[in-house]
């Protein structure tokens, strides 16, 4: 019998890959970016679950997104529980947070994940159905340089990376009073076009019209184009809130632009959101966003606490650094690759091997080949540094041929000078 990968979903290799992003050392290479930038902007991490309660994304997520209510991976669990694989990152870093008591210890806690996320989408280009994001949460502090240092480390992340052509768009889609206000005028305008609008948006219309502005229907939006701007309706303080998040990103020199157009896809934002782009070759690609969600933690039972993050996906970094051709790490390679000729070479060119590793220097065997060609074949393959040749001449005179693969350059040294030598060539 033949298994095939599940739809929508793909390996991570350490070669051989159809595409270069899928290589487990561009993985390895930003995540190790990611975290460090994160940890150095005052980020601590936090690993939740795959899966929890389905009850909890829908009070999270909001039962009116489109996560919610046609991507999740829901299954019962043997007791007749109803689960969900994580469509996103918050409301499970909330539940961890409220249900550990972590509030008690700050009044501020700033927390990241890098973490698979499960989405049940039609299978498309660019849209998986496990796909990975790094996300920050950022809990306690109300006033927008919060708003502010999230975005930048949104910014600084990607900056690290690499990318380039980046546009930050930033919107504010109010507190609760800006919010009742605009939903009556996004409604009162849409009405005379109730009838042209998509199924999705009609039945968004009364549960949530915000999200309307989401559609990405083409009739939908031109309808859209003459809508009223969110930004006519909010109240003085998300008003204040919105200009001062605007002072400090120029103050910082952090680029935006303003588009009253993003709302987000889930439910639970308040005041800022933002989304952030890149240009590819002939193609935008959005590479994360989030906002903010004062309110959320208290909805869910805990301390009435403000916040706000984001989520990139990491799929979508990747494959843009390889299309803006970033220049990619190399992968690790050995320094000296060991080419035991004849049986009675294997055991000491093994203990040699070991030693070198013991002594962390990158050393492989051949455990394999008969014929020194192949041999050096498989250290050039490897891109090792030096062949260290041992046959039964070698072991009589107690020395190792060591052959430069790059000069070609041929050395005798001595067995019991071999670590040091290539503690030398590190
Ligand atoms: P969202 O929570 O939908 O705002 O997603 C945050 C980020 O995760 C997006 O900007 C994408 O970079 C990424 N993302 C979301 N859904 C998918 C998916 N199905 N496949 C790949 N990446 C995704």
Redesign the pocket.
């Known amino acids: 019998m033949k298994f095939q990968i599940p739809k ?1 979903t793909f390996d991570i290799l350490p070669y051989g890959a159809d595409e270069p992003w899928k290589l487990s050392s561009l993985w390895r290479y930003a995540e190790e970016i990611i975290r460090q930038t994160a940890l150095e902007y005052g980020y601590r991490e936090i690993r939740t679950p795959i899966y929890e309660q389905t009850e909890l994304f829908n009070r999270g ?1 909001g039962e009116s997104s ?2 919610v209510m046609k ?1 999740m991976f829901t299954f019962e669990d043997k007791g007749g529980r109803s689960m969900s694989l994580r ?3 918050t409301s499970s870093v909330m539940r961890a947070f409220i249900e550990n008591n972590l509030a008690q210890s700050g009044s501020i806690h700033k927390l990241f994940y890098i973490a698979p ?1 499960f ?1 049940y ?1 039609r299978p498309q280009a ?8 790094f ?1 920050v949460e950022a809990l306690g502090v109300a006033g927008p340089a919060q708003d502010a240092e999230v975005i930048d480390l949104l910014c600084e992340t990607y900056r690290r990376l690499g990318l380039k052509d980046l546009t930050v768009d930033l919107n504010s889609v109010g507190d609760a009073p800006s919010r009742i206000a605009y939903r009556e005028a996004l409604q009162n305008f849409l009405r005379p076009h109730f009838q042209e609008l998509s199924e999705d948006s009609r039945t968004r219309f009364e549960k949530n019209p915000l999200r309307i502005l989401d559609s990405k229907d083409p009739k939908d939006r031109e309808i859209l184009q003459n809508a009223p701007s969110i930004l006519e309706s909010l109240s003085e303080p998300a008003k204040e809130h919105f200009n001062e998040l605007r002072h400090l990103l120029d103050k910082c020199r952090i680029h935006y632009r303003i588009n009253d157009r993003i709302v ?3 439910d639970y934002y308040k005041k800022t959101v933002f ?2 782009t890149a240009k590819i070759v002939g193609a935008q ?6 906002g903010r969600y004062d309110g959320l933690i208290a909805s869910f039972g805990g301390p009435d606490l403000p916040g706000v993050g ?8 990747l494959q843009t650094m390889v299309s803006q051709n970033v220049a990619m790490p190399e992968e690790m390679h050995p320094l000296v690759y060991f080419l035991p000729l004849g049986d009675e070479a294997k055991e000491p060119c093994f203990t040699l091997v070991t030693e070198c590793r013991h002594q962390k220097i990158p050393a492989e065997i051949d455990l394999q080949s008969k014929k020194i060609q192949n041999g050096l074949q498989n250290a050039l393959r490897l891109s090792a540094k030096v062949c260290a040749i041992i046959g039964s001449e070698e072991l009589k005179k107690g020395v190792a041929q060591i052959k430069h693969l790059e000069s070609r350059r041929q050395e005798e040294v001595p067995l019991d000078r071999l670590v040091d030598y290539f503690k030398e060539l590190l």
């Open positions: 929508g997520a489109d996560i991507e469509p996103e990152g996320m989405r989408d660019g849209r998986y159905r496990q796909h990975h994001q996300g987000r896809g889930l989304e952030v690609n959005a590479l994360g966003g989030g984001f989520g990139t996906g990491i799929e979508r970094i």
